[in-house]
T-cell receptor, first 111, second 112 residues
Framework: KQEVTQIPAALSVPEGENLVLNCSFTDSAIYNLQWFRQDPGKGLTSLLL?????REQTSGRLNASLDKSSGRSTLYIAASQPGDSATYLC??????????FGQGTELSVKP | DAGVIQSPRHEVTEMGQEVTLRCKPISGHDYLFWYRQTMMRGLELLIY????????DSGMPEDRFSAKMPNASFSTLKIQPSEPRDSAVYFCASRQGSETQYFGPGTRLLVL
């Protein structure tokens, strides 16, 4: 059974710092991996999607990497801003088409 | 497009009552998903549909939960009878093929 783990559960950084969020999964037979952002009381917004054949994806200050063989992904946020404060969730899409989510990392960027 | 639409946004009910949550997916999307999010268990997939047909309902907690998708633009998740442990945020999401999944704003359910 696929399990997705995110470390750390919470992270607080000063504005301007670069930071890395980690995601690991137990079964490397994935279709793709997605990073989502969730603001308090809101739904999830997709940030980046990495296909299983890809190594990384970039969007603005965000860069996500995927190492399928080791079951790991990282989300790199450059020059963090208070507006980046949110919970970040990673999810793997298994071969059956279902998204399996991690518990999320709650990020706080202090001005 | 207005995105995935869910109603109601908030629901407070008493134990034993029937609760119906509604979802309108993004037009043209052929997959629809229902999730439940709690602090303890995180985000869990309850059921998903492809072209209006339920494909996997293994996440539905018990017989009190049922979901339907009578057409491509509407789905319901029903809880009957509701219990306090059903209190959670219920999300609907849709996607087209293997593309990105889009989530609705969620329905916050509180069962007293």
């Amino acid at each position: 059974k696929q399990e997705v783990t995110q470390i750390p559960a919470a992270l607080s950084v000063p504005e301007g710092e670069n930071l890395v969020l980690n995601c690991s999964f137990t079964d490397s037979a994935i279709y793709n991996l997605q990073w989502f952002r969730q603001d308090p009381g809101k739904g999830l917004t997709s940030l980046l999607l990495i296909q299983s054949s890809q190594r990384e994806q970039t969007s603005g200050r965000l860069n996500a990497s995927l190492d399928k063989s080791s079951g790991r992904s990282t989300l790199y946020i450059a020059a963090s801003q208070p507006g980046d404060s949110a919970t970040y969730l990673c999810a793997v899409k298994d071969q059956g088409g279902k998204l399996i989510f991690g518990q999320g990392t709650e990020l706080s960027v202090k001005p | 497009d207005a995105g995935v639409i869910q109603s109601p946004r908030h629901e407070v009910t008493e134990m034993g009552q029937e609760v119906t949550l509604r979802c309108k997916p993004i037009s043209g999307h052929d997959y629809l998903f229902w999730y439940r999010q709690t602090m303890m268990r995180g985000l869990e997939l309850l059921i998903y549909f492809n072209n209006n047909v339920p494909i996997d309902d293994s996440g539905m907690p018990e017989d009190r939960f049922s979901a339907k998708m009578p057409n491509a633009s509407f789905s319901t998740l029903k809880i009957q009878p509701s219990e306090p442990r059903d209190s959670a945020v219920y999300f609907c999401a849709s996607r087209q093929g293997s593309e990105t999944q889009y989530f609705g704003p969620g329905t916050r359910l509180l069962v007293l």
